[in-house]
DNA sequence: GTTTAGACAGAAAATATTTCTAAAATAGCT
DNA sequence: AGCTATTTTAGAAATATTTTCTGTCTAAAC
């Protein structure tokens, strides 16, 4: 496990807020000089704590307007089945997220989709068509009360 | 809606994969000048279509290594307990998401923590002592099949 | 046919990043 | 504690990038 000071774990606070702050506003909010912020950065990044850097794009904006949580069960558990499924289901881009889960169902998946229209066409054509599906369970979003990629360190 | 041509969704899908790159590299990626690139950006940024920049952390880097989805149902659904709800839930830093779900359940939550330990404090100390919380459900994530925030315009 | 607005390219100016050198701080060892 | 090796830091200089500016081109409107 790589050790973070509390300089590190503000440093990645800041960046994981706002990656376009320069060294020298970091250098600032830090108290720390331009090259040791740079210096921190790229320990960072090369130890891969830093993933990587993103533009993150407003959904609304870009006409997709409906969130949805599909629930999955498989057919039946065998490594091919489960394999073949994953393989399949990162292919769709409306599919954000899918996790393997434990509980009553297999899998759980984060749709985003234009409309209701979009998400049945999505439905009837892609996910259902997938092999091994048994029952998909869906819940839609009524409201966003949260939604975040900064993970609190501490 | 904001009118996207071809080459705004081109540029959006570069930055939504890694926001580093210089306007240089994308003019040649794009085939178009530098200043079209920067022009494009920042009237990409004053309308909203980028909600910003963020650095990614990687969870396991930095010991967040159990995900959980939890599901749970108010004991009333007023106004002002749903509000109540959703004021101490954004509080939570170990919940990442948290949506309102129709169903069942009445919301959704993402949550991040070290390990089981953890998650049990944050049941015990955090989650259940929320006001007008009436059950609550866990599904564990066992793997991470897809997890992206890039949205695929079209 | 002229005008106007938007997008684009190239050059110049302003900023930011990155490298380099050396000093200071830290950790490990005797 | 005292010494040494290693890491972290600061400031200056060198590069690279962003941002501004100017002017051209194109397409749509009049």
Same mark, same amino acid.
């Given at each position: 496990?790589?050790?973070?000071?509390?300089?590190? %774990?503000?440093?990645?606070?800041?960046?994981?807020?706002?990656?376009?702050? /320069?060294?020298?506003?970091?250098?600032?909010?830090?108290?720390?000089?331009?090259?040791? +912020?740079?210096?921190?950065?790229?320990?960072?990044?090369?130890?891969? +704590?830093?993933? %990587?850097?993103?533009?993150?794009?407003?959904?609304?904006?870009?006409?997709?307007?409906?969130?949805?949580?599909?629930?999955?069960?498989?057919?039946?558990?065998?490594?091919?089945?489960?394999? %073949? #499924?994953?393989?399949?289901? &990162?292919? =769709? &881009?409306?599919? =954000?997220?899918? #996790?393997?889960?434990?509980?009553?169902?297999?899998?759980?998946? %984060?749709?985003?989709?234009?409309?209701?229209?979009? #998400?049945?066409? #999505?439905?009837?054509?892609? =996910? /259902?068509?997938?092999?091994?599906?048994?029952? /998909?369970?869906?819940?839609?979003?009524?409201?966003?009360?949260?939604? &975040? /990629?900064?993970? &609190?360190?501490?």
């Amino acid at each position: 496990m790589i050790p973070l000071d509390s300089t590190d %774990k503000a440093l990645l606070s800041y960046l994981q807020h706002n990656s376009k702050q /320069t060294n020298k506003e970091l250098s600032n909010k830090l108290n720390l000089s331009v090259t040791a +912020v740079y210096e921190r950065i790229k320990k960072l990044e090369r130890e891969g +704590v830093i993933q %990587k850097y993103i533009a993150l794009v407003e959904p609304e904006k870009v006409d997709l307007e409906l969130l949805v949580f599909c629930q999955i069960k498989l057919t039946q558990h065998s490594r091919e089945y489960l394999t %073949k #499924f994953e393989s399949e289901v &990162t292919q =769709l &881009t409306e599919v =954000l997220e899918c #996790f393997h889960v434990s509980g009553e169902y297999d899998y759980l998946l %984060k749709v985003l989709v234009k409309d209701m229209e979009h #998400f049945r066409m #999505f439905m009837v054509s892609k =996910l /259902t068509t997938l092999q091994h599906i048994g029952s /998909t369970q869906s819940s839609f979003s009524i409201n966003k009360v949260k939604n &975040t /990629t900064v993970l &609190t360190l501490s």
